[in-house]
């Protein structure tokens, strides 16, 4: 059994801006970052799983740690 994980991370353009009440004010309300995961296990040829996540700063998650 052979799993191949891939992961891109995005940084994706917001139409509006996002805000909550504990977001950084520092931070750009305009844009978020995401983090794309693929994976695939030889023993179901061209069955593939895909997922997205977004590193919490609040928590102090980043697209490294994910």
Aim: proline share 6%; no cysteine; aromatic share 8%.
């Amino acid at each position: 059994m052979t799993l191949d994980i891939t992961a891109e991370t995005l940084r994706l353009a917001l139409r509006d801006p996002f805000r909550i009440a504990r977001s950084d004010h520092g931070t750009d309300a305009r844009r978020v970052t995401t983090v794309v995961v693929e994976l695939r296990d030889d023993r179901w040829p061209g069955v593939v799983g895909i997922g997205e996540g977004y590193p919490d700063r609040f928590y102090g998650e980043t697209p490294e740690t994910m």
